[in-house]
């Protein structure tokens, strides 16, 4: 299993995946194709396939400078296989190399899992925010800084005293 760029032809499995990760359940309406064209518009989606089975997906919107994690999940019979570690870490050193200075996602609180993956990847609960999406979808934003807004200084070198 190996990442790829995901596009409008993917649309009918990125929809399927989705409704297999969250089905009913979820506080969100579900991903439609206009959302999918809107996102590759003003961002990209990358996939992990599992022969032609669309196994785990991360979607990533522009907000400049920043990126932003519209959304990552992975099939139920392919979890905990670190196919998401996968992708995040993939968006990091892209975001790295790009000089982008910072990704955000938000997490429902209870997603204990979303949680950790982020934290163990370096992101940092920055707020609560109550009704994010509207009454009783409250979120966590984890935000991972990767380029400091001002350089480093390094210390003053120490001045040598002279030997007499």
């Given amino acids: 299993m190996r990442i790829s760029g995901l596009n409008e032809t993917d649309t009918a499995a990125i929809i399927e ?9 979820y506080d969100l309406p579900p991903l439609t194709p206009a959302q999918i064209r809107e996102i590759l518009s003003n961002g990209f989606i990358y996939g992990i396939r599992n022969g032609k089975q669309l196994a785990s997906v991360i979607d ?17 019979d392919h979890q905990h296989q670190g196919l998401a570690q996968q992708l995040l870490a993939r968006v990091i050193l892209e975001a790295r190399k790009k000089k982008v200075p910072k990704i955000t996602a938000t997490v429902h609180p209870h997603n204990a899992t979303s949680i950790r993956l982020f934290e ?22 984890l ?16 001045k040598r005293k002279r030997l007499k």
């Fill in 17 to 25: 995946l989705e409704e297999k990760c969250f089905g009913h359940t």
């Fill in 60 to 76: 990533i919107e522009f907000r400049k400078p920043e990126w932003y994690v519209n959304g990552i999940y992975t099939h139920p």
């Fill in 120 to 141: 163990k990847n370096g992101f940092l609960k920055t707020r609560f925010i109550p009704d994010c999406y509207g009454p009783g979808k409250d979120r966590f934003v």
């Fill in 143 to 158: 935000e991972l800084r990767l380029q400091r807004k001002t350089p480093v200084q390094k210390p003053a070198a120490k």
